[in-house]
């Protein structure tokens, strides 16, 4: 015990981290170490190195001797040892390999290790033998994995050296698992070539890693094409199982055919002409971009040399195919939301990881490298260098990648050594840190400086996007001073072509307005833009987000709290980006009211504000220009414009369903009625010099009475007034229709802003009948002439504005009509029903489809309503909770009363939803009303994308219409024309 405790002590003083229990095994292992114990020091973690070494001395005690008189493989083994447990293990079972890690370099891998499975390079019957074959070739290619990790450990390899070392010997092993192969199957009358892909092929391979492969096969002269194929796929079969199998020295790696055409579902080996007439037809945007990396790495090196150059060709025209430009934009939402789900600590796919920066590059490659033959390069390094040197990426954005990416690669080595597992997290336990850290040379502090450099360089990649893509197009057009390589105007199309912008010309010229210049503004765009222009690329207009950011920007750009506020606020800029690419009508809206960029901050200041508190506002801006109506309106026009764009913003970011959207935007125009009410009254009673001679109210109809109005309603009215005690009948009319004339002048007057039009045509007689009527008319009308048609319209009476004891006493007169006792009679249920049907004869447009009309189109809005007021007016005279002038609450009535099944209630409530919700976007998205679902693929895309459906959801989204809209119709059929 005491000379245990004397060497824990030793190995204390020597740094060793666990210095009993390594006591323990110099002991146990009854070997003496001596000088090797300080020679440990330096190993990044000496406990590690000290158990594989003593396990190493108990197997072969003179391996001491040979560490202690070459330098060289003292320094190797140990720098290994204090890294690779795994390799460690290997070392310790076969203690023959040990002395060749000293060695500069091992010879030619693949005759190696053709030679350890029975199989000489040069004859043409290979003689590799069963298990055997399988275990040998494990042991060789372990051995010279660990020559080339000693070396990599002891700092004499680059990471470049190191990747195209481990690639060569992993196409060495396939070469070998081929030979194991045809001893197995044969390979009958097929040429067969194995296509390194990924990282093998591109000589950048990790120390464990599937190896991405994919076979093309040819018949020999005079062959069966259909036999010598099936006859490659059992060879390229067997070389895939000689990979894998789990022999006593383990497996190697999977062998992964995933890359092929059609993927897994295609046949594991094609023909070349298989091969090409696929990629012409069918290929996707990422098969090219993983075509890349096509290499040849064994079987028949013609045939494989052969498939490069076809293949190759393509690749490179690949930037000008159709749909380009959605399937970049789709693989970079696939990466970044791969990425998003990853945690930080995952160094190959978390964010600022190895496969952002991966991706970032190919797909700078496949832009320019069609005319930039410089640019094919399959290493990312290289690649990155190249782009560099072309001017197509900044030299330090691009150094600082490079560094970037060569340290998290660096790390992925070191995880992976260590147990020879494929792995890409960060450990979180500070001995594994350790390790990391001092195998990387940080001695002082490992731990923390490593996670120091760790976050700076995930940092600076996370940022990739901006610099590689965006940084680059400043420098091209802001007319800056030359500090680095320009990228040329036509490459900077092409990138912005690439991106998603249809008009890169437009973009480059727009981007010069913002950002050329010494201006403090222009510096602060200069920043901000890199950023911005990647979020534009992800809306569904690009050109329509960067444009109206450019107007916005020539608005605002003095103000000084506007830049600052994109500057410092993220979360503004990014939702501004979206807004603007995604909204016509919000962008037209912010144009005339660029203040309202304040309330992108944050979710509450989208919150849809009270009716009292809009009012009391619209009341002071009127009662501030008492003798100007038209300014008192323009001023609540103003109000009114920016609660459509809050109301707008919060729909597009989906903080309110259609509903509230419906309840907020008929707020709004009761708000503004009344505000243009007050207005007029005040002028009129000015030019009569006294107070109005009648009360008056402004009753709602239509969706403003449902509380459904949309961004393009009209406001459907009409317009009541009644005679204040003593005055004149005639006096009275008068004024009350100086009074609706007045309002409908006031909200008709030009202005910046969508307009609110009065639409009195639901009154008694139409166009024909007076504007104005007294409540005594109106109830002598419909006592004698009111139709069923005119009962059904009355539903959605309700009171607006004006007067609230004459709009409660109009609301209770039209009662008995829309809700009589016991309900419409069977003849006029027959006109209702005679008169739906007519209209969908006759009103819907030339042209139209009908499946696809939101408003008059099969389940579409009227569809539904009318089974609503049907119910209302048959059962609401004994129902009182049928009477509500809002679709979707006389539905739910209507279930509450049993008159309608929860499910048709489900059914219906679904599609009026879905339908109003695309009357709104197509509003939102186009600036101007439509009720038809678009045909043209692009708009009906950046509809869809409105919606919330993902970028290649827009026949996703035409399906679900047509399903709940068929769903729809057939409730209809049944409870509206048959119940």
Known sequence: MPRIESTAARLAKLGFADAATSARLVETAGVELGDLLEALVGAADPDLALASLTRLAEREPAALDRLRADATLRERT??????????????????????????????????????????????????????????????????????VAARDLAGLATLQEVTAELSDLAGAALEAALAI??????????????????????????????????????????ADETKALRAATRLAQAMMRACSAATAEGSLWEVDAGLRPEGRSGPL???????????????????????????????????????????????????????????????????????????????????????????????????????????????????????????????DDSRGLAEAYTFLRRVEHLLQLHRLRRTHVL?????????????????????GEFTTRWKRHAGQARRLHEKLFYRPLLQAVARLPETETRLSASAAEARLGALGYVDPQGALRHIAALASGVSRRAAIQR?????????????????????????????????????????????????????LGTSRYATQLLMHAPEAVAMLGGDDDLAVRPAQALLGEASAA??????????????????????????????????????????????????????????????????????????????AMGRLGGMESSYASDADVMFVHDPVEGAAERDATDAAFAVAN???????????????????????????????????????????????????????????????????????????????????????????????????????????????HTKLGRGGLSDVEWVAQLLQLRHAGERPSLRTTRTLEALRAAVVEGLLDPADEAVLAEAWRCASGVRDAIMLVKGRPGDSVPTGARERRHLARALGYPPDGSEDFLDDYRRVTRRARRVVDRVFYDG
């Open 427 to 447: 450990p979180e336990d500070p001995a594994d840190l350790r390790r990391l850290g001092r195998a990387l040379g940080m001695q002082t502090d490992p731990v």
């Open 181 to 222: 192969a045809r001893t197995e199957v044969g390979s009958g009358d097929a040429r067969l070539a194995v296509i390194g892909m990924g990282k093998c092929g591109a000589r950048e391979l990790n120390y464990i890693s599937d190896v991405d492969v994919i076979f093309v096969a040819e018949p020999r002269e005079g």
């Open 527 to 579: 920043t901000l833009l890199p950023v911005m222009l990647g979020w534009f690329a992800d809306t569904p207009d690009p050109d329509a987000a960067l444009l109206g950011f450019r107007q916005v920007s020539e608005k605002l750009g003095a103000t000084p709290w506007y830049l600052r506020l994109l500057r410092d606020e993220t979360a503004v800029a990014q939702r501004m980006a979206h807004v």
């Open 742 to 852: 007045e309002v409908r002048r006031l909200l008709a007057l030009p202005a910046p802003d969508p307009p609110l039009l009065i639409d009195p045509d639901l009154r008694p007689e139409g166009r024909q009948g007076p504007l104005v009527r007294t409540l005594a008319s109106y109830r002598a009308y419909y006592a004698r002439w009111s139709s069923p048609w005119e009962s059904q319209a009355l539903l959605r009476a309700r009171f607006s504005a004006g007067d609230a004891g004459l709009g409660a006493a109009f609301a209770a007169m039209v009662d008995e009509l829309r809700y009589p006792a016991g309900g419409i009679s069977d003849d006029a249920v027959r006109q209702i029903r005679r008169l739906k049907a007519r209209m969908e004869a006759e009103r819907l447009p030339r042209g139209a489809d009908p499946a696809l």
């Open 622 to 699: 009127v009662s501030r220009y008492t003798d100007e109506a038209e300014t008192a309106v323009a001023a609540v026009r103003a109000l009114r414009r920016r609660e459509l764009f809050r109301t707008a913003v919060a729909d597009l970011s989906g903080l309110i369903d259609i509903e509230r959207v419906g309840v907020a935007l008929s707020t709004l125009n009761d708000v503004t009625l009344q505000a243009a009410l007050d207005a007029a009254i005040a002028k009129v009673s000015a030019e009569r010099r006294g107070e109005l001679p009648t009360r008056f109210a402004i009753i």
């Open 269 to 395: 080996v094609r023909t070349l002409a298989s091969h090409l007439a696929y990629y012409r037809r069918w290929a996707k945007t990422w098969e090219f971009q993983a075509l890349l990396k096509a290499r040849p790495v064994a079987g028949d090196p013609e045939l494989g040399e052969e498939y490069v150059g076809a293949v190759n060709e393509l690749v490179w025209s690949a930037a000008t195919r159709d749909n380009f430009v959605e399937d970049v934009q789709a693989m970079r939402r696939r990466v970044e939301a791969h990425v998003r789900a990853e945690g930080e600590r995952e160094i190959k796919l978390g964010p600022g990881g190895l496969r952002d920066i991966e991706f970032a590059v190919q797909l700078l490659q496949l832009v320019h490298g069609r005319l930039d033959p410089l640019l094919r390069r399959r290493a990312t390094l290289s690649a990155l260098a190249a782009l560099s040197r072309g001017g197509y990426v900044g030299r």
């Open 78 to 147: 140990l720098a290994l040892f204090g890294v690779s447990a795994a390799l460690g293990d290997h070392l310790v079972r076969h203690p023959d390999q040990l002395d060749r890690l000293a060695l500069p370099g091992l010879g030619e891998a693949r005759a190696e290790l053709l030679r350890a499975v029975g199989a000489d390079p040069g004859d043409a019957e290979p003689r590799a033998t069963g298990s055997a074959a399988l275990v040998d070739l494990r042991v060789a290619y372990r051995g010279r994995l660990a020559h």
